[in-house]
């Protein structure tokens, strides 16, 4: 087990150096320079051109990654934080320190500090969305599957289809027709700042609410699906023909088994939860990340959306990584192996 | 004293389908019945109908009565209640039903759960159930998840699992099938003891004839639903009476020097008709008086027949004899296999060696039966000269090429016409959005010699296998199990090889169907002179089609011969062992999974071998003595050695 998680782990390091090179790659041929952005657009071609010496952009593409590298580990002083070149950008932590992830040139500070309180919002959007949707997808999914073609099943599947099939947005403006505009029960957007009015937490229950119903029926429905093949498999005949009760094959017989492959797909949820709610936090203007990530694509802001996105790759990485322990867990075949 | 369980008149309807017919007989207590059928005569439905586990669309009529219990009618409760404290289950694929998750001491105490044993004494029940279905370390054995263990330790813990809670009766439903032989008939006898141990009655439900009568008391035959002879065990191989009985008992290898298959087709649902089933197939049909229904009768009092022409039908004469065996002795090879050797890796830098140094010649024109348990490697033998895989070292010569090492994609036109292979499972090896005629076609076209038109092979090959030429326009789900098999082996025959490769090709189908297509490949060889390397799990089967014989175990050839000398002169250890599996319990279900541990340097076998002489088995390799022309054996005992043992040890086996 110990030296599964290690080969794991090891697997999952070369994952994250591989795809923060792709995704540096990807970042860097985006049109425009940082040192056009820096200058504004009636700056002449040299002047640009000095910038990108001074600020090492004119080396070859590896030479840029392991500069980008050194800074991350905080081997390299950032050159935009240089005093010289007039930018204004200062970093309270010092130029080197693990985990510079550069300037924001949007909000000319650095990335750390404008990330905090966005991820800080998101985590806390995400956790209670997650709180309501594992209970609730499960209950849906074993309920349905385990009753596989009843009355009771046929329902619910009917209801996660159309839930499922609502868009985010289209789910967003509903609610926000039906307890905002109509009952006036809930405020319409969610700065979650208190006020006289609205409290923090009544702020958090609409977009919860969207998140929780985009999820849950694709999640149910899969859990579903998994229990009601699990139903059909000799040992639970087995556990029939033993004498046991109803519920005692579907908890002792059926969960465990059955709940196997929709653990991935559990945990992948997590993972979008997290770091790419976007629609959801604009529709209620939530200062999370997905927001910020929209705002910082929109202006170009290139330190701003490699971190974020290297943040939903690592985040990918590690529920990868819990779901394939899971795995193990819950599948005693697969142990040792 | 009213007998333990009573099936009166009982009809089961899958929604509009008849699966079984007016269908009556009884157990008495500490007695037991066996149901045979083959595919489609409903013998699955009777078990799950009489533990209440039916499908949602099935009707039952008539009536089931368990100690004046009347099942039909009874509640979801009362069953549940029945279930596992008075009625057993053992299902097919021990595999499957058991819960991987769960480790196996607590699946065991769960079947206690429904009794009055107290939860602290489950564990130790469980324990003792378990040393006497013949496990020596029950608590290890319960520390242990399923798929730990072997498939015949499986099934020798549900057996267990099933006669835990002590119930009156006992259903198995196919509890062999995917089992090896030798592992099959220590289930068997184990089943045999138990039931001599605890009085419990049996319904045994199988699709072999052979396994049935030794391991039940009586015998009823079902065919598409209808019970067409119930007879004691015995009987049923010395004296059938219905048609359908008799025709069964010529099919079964082993029986008679030549199988004489049933012509025909088991009628469908749809095609099942008031008067008798068999009537489509029978030799004694008669329009007027088959046609009507009619009811059982009884000729003896133990022996009851459903046929209305019963008086008519001949008595049962046996062909005795040995099948006939073809010398080739002087044939040259149709290909030439030299040491070869295949290994994959196994954890912890280990090998698994599947075939280990293999020296055979395949002559040209002759039935070359491979027989093995499963792991053997005789599949892997197969594939390796079929090109699927390629050999670690040695070489197979095919003319003057060596394939050894030339996978599939490789190999030139030529070299792929030369050697085809038939698959074990004909419904998944053809296309079903093909016509019959396309599939043929196309391999004519890739394997045939330019100039052939497929317009004339297609019907040509269709002959061959001796189906109508219509055929070819349909597709393969409009044919039946045998058809499709005759389809896949005319394929094969497109490039007129010269080598089959029958992989456990009949395994899938039943067995008068099985004995069909085991003439038509007999047929196929005398015809086209194509050599058929026969591999099979089955020993009746492979010495009623073999001319020659090789027994493979652990990748290494222990003993080759001529059918006649390898089954009626069995000289090694493990051929002994592996033909009298029916006398005594084979001591290798004792060891845990197998494959794993292999001694270093000595004979293959000796952790089984019941013949050890001494350290040289262990350390040292033997090498292939000869017993007689063509006879030979991998051993370090001499053969007239092993033949005084045997004599010496046969009166040990009753």
């Not at chain 2, 649902?269 to 059982?296: I, K, T, V």
Request: with cysteine; glycine share 10%; proline share 7%.
């Amino acid at each position: 087990m110990l030296a599964f998680a290690l080969r794991r782990i090891v697997q999952l390091l070369v994952t994250a150096i591989i795809s923060s090179f792709l995704l540096f790659v990807v970042t860097e041929f985006s049109p425009g320079t940082v040192s056009r952005q820096i200058l504004g657009p009636y700056a002449l071609p040299n002047q640009v051109a000095l910038l990108d010496q001074k600020l090492g952009l004119s080396q070859p593409l590896p030479q840029r990654y392991l500069n980008w590298l050194s800074i991350l580990a905080g081997l390299k002083a950032n050159p935009l934080g240089d005093p010289a070149l007039g930018l204004d950008l200062s970093d309270s932590r010092g130029d080197r320190y693990f985990g510079n992830f550069g300037y924001s040139l949007m909000f000319k500070q650095p990335v750390r500090d404008v990330l905090r309180e966005p991820l800080e919002n998101s985590a806390l959007l995400g956790a209670v969305a997650m709180v309501l949707i594992v209970p609730l997808s499960l209950f849906v999914g074993i309920l349905a599957g385990a009753n596989a073609g009843t009355r009771l099943d046929r329902v619910l599947s009917f209801g996660c289809l159309i839930v499922t099939s609502i868009p985010e947005y289209a789910a967003g403006v509903i609610l926000l027709t039906i307890f905002v505009s109509y009952f006036n029960w809930l405020p319409g957007t969610s700065p979650l700042l208190a006020t006289e009015e609205w409290s923090i937490a009544s702020q958090l229950v609409l977009p919860v609410a969207v998140l929780t119903l985009a999820t849950v029926g694709y999640v149910a429905r899969i859990v579903r699906a998994s229990m009601a093949d699990t139903m059909t498999k000799p040992y639970v005949r087995t556990a029939l023909l033993k004498g046991l009760t109803k519920r005692q094959i579907v908890t002792r017989h059926v969960i465990r088994n059955g709940m196997i492959p929709p653990m991935t797909v559990l945990l992948l949820q997590l993972n979008w939860l997290i770091g790419g709610v976007v629609v959801c936090e604009s529709i209620f203007a939530y200062p999370g990340v997905g927001r910020l990530l929209l705002q910082a694509g929109l202006f170009g802001d290139l330190a701003l959306v490699q971190t974020i996105t290297l943040l939903s790759l690592a985040i990918a990485a590690v529920t990868q990584l819990l779901a394939d322990i899971s795995y193990v867990a819950l599948n005693p075949r697969v142990r040792l192996t | 004293m009213s007998p333990l369980l009573q099936v009166e008149n009982l009809s089961l309807v899958y929604g509009g389908d008849q699966v079984v017919r007016d269908l009556s007989f009884t157990i008495g207590r500490g007695e037991s019945l066996g149901l045979v059928g083959e595919s489609g005569s409903g013998k699955s439905s009777v078990a799950n109908v009489i533990i209440g586990d039916l499908p949602k669309i099935a009707r039952a009529q008539g009536r089931i009565r368990y100690e004046g219990i009347d099942l039909l009618g009874a509640s979801r409760e009362q069953l549940r209640a029945l279930r596992g404290r008075r009625i057993g289950f053992v299902q097919q694929d021990p595999g499957a039903s058991l819960n991987p998750t769960m480790r196996i001491g607590r699946q065991l105490a769960e079947a206690l759960e429904q009794s009055d044993t107290p939860v602290r004494a489950r564990g130790e029940r469980a324990a003792e159930m378990l040393s006497r279905v013949g496990f020596d370390n029950p608590g290890a054995i319960m520390a242990r998840y399923p798929h730990q263990i072997s498939g015949g330790q499986q099934q020798r813990v549900m057996i267990a699992m099933a006669l835990l809670p002590r119930p009156d009766l006992i259903l198995l439903d196919e509890p062999t099938s995917g089992l090896d032989v030798t592992v099959e008939a220590a289930v068997i006898n184990l089943i045999a003891e138990l039931r001599a141990q605890f009085g419990t009655s049996l319904l045994f439900i199988s699709h072999n004839l052979n396994l049935v009568a030794k391991a039940c008391d009586r015998v009823g035959v079902l065919y598409a639903g209808d019970l067409v002879e119930e007879a004691p065990a015995g009987e049923v191989f010395q004296n059938p009476l219905h048609p359908y009985t008799q025709g069964l008992v010529n099919c079964l290898p082993g029986q008679a020097a030549v199988l004489r298959p049933i012509r025909g087709h088991v009628p469908s649902p749809q095609e099942r008709g008031p008067g008798c089933l068999f009537a489509s197939r029978c030799a004694y049909h008669l329009a007027g008086s088959c046609d009507a229904p009619f009811d059982m009768t009884a000729p003896d009092r133990s022996h009851r027949v459903r046929c209305a022409r019963l008086g008519d039908i001949p008595a049962f004469a046996r062909q005795t004899g040995a099948p006939e065996a073809r010398g080739l002795d002087t044939a040259p090879p149709a290909v030439t296999i030299r040491q070869l050797r295949k290994s994959y890796p196994a954890s912890g830098g280990d090998h698994f060696v599947a075939n280990d140094g293999i020296d055979l010649e395949i002559r040209q024109g002759e039935i070359l039966g491979l027989v093995g348990e499963s792991g053997s490697g005789k599949s892997t033998l197969a594939k390796i000269i079929a090109g699927f895989d390629v050999a670690t070292s040695g070489t197979i010569m095919v003319g003057d090429t060596d394939i050894a090492s030339l996978p599939v994609r490789r190999r030139s036109r030529a070299l792929l016409r030369q050697v085809q292979m038939v698959f074990q499972n004909p419904d998944s090896t053809l296309n079903p959005t093909h016509t019959i005629g396309w599939a043929l076609g196309r391999a004519i076209r890739k394997l045939e010699t330019p100039g052939t038109s497929p317009k004339t092979r297609v019907p040509d090959l269709l002959g061959l296998v001796a189906l109508l030429p219509g055929l070819g326009s349909r597709r393969p789900k409009a044919l039946s199990g045998g058809q499709r098999q005759r389809v896949a082996i005319a394929r094969a025959l497109a490039g007129r090889p010269r080598l089959l490769l029958a992989d456990e090709c009949v395994s899938a189908l039943d067995v008068s169907v099985q004995a069909a297509i085991i003439e038509l490949l007999q047929d196929i060889r005398a015809r086209t002179g194509t050599a058929i390397l026969f591999i099979s799990h089955d020993l009746p089967l492979v010495r009623q089609i073999s001319d020659r014989i090789i027994v493979l175990f652990r990748g290494k050839p222990m003993e080759v011969g001529s059918a006649s000398q390898v089954y009626s002169l069995p000289l090694h250890p493990y051929t002994e062992a592996l033909l009298s599996t029916g006398q005594h319990r084979a001591p290798e279900l004792e060891q845990l999974v197998p494959g794993t541990a292999r001694p270093a340097g000595g004979c293959p076998y000796v952790q089984r071998c019941a013949r050890v002489v001494g350290d040289i088995c262990w350390t040292q390799a033997p090498a292939y003595q000869r017993a007689a022309s063509g006879h030979e054996i991998y051993c370090h005992i001499p053969p007239d050695r092993l033949l005084e043992l045997q004599r010496a040890s046969l009166p040990a086996h009753g």
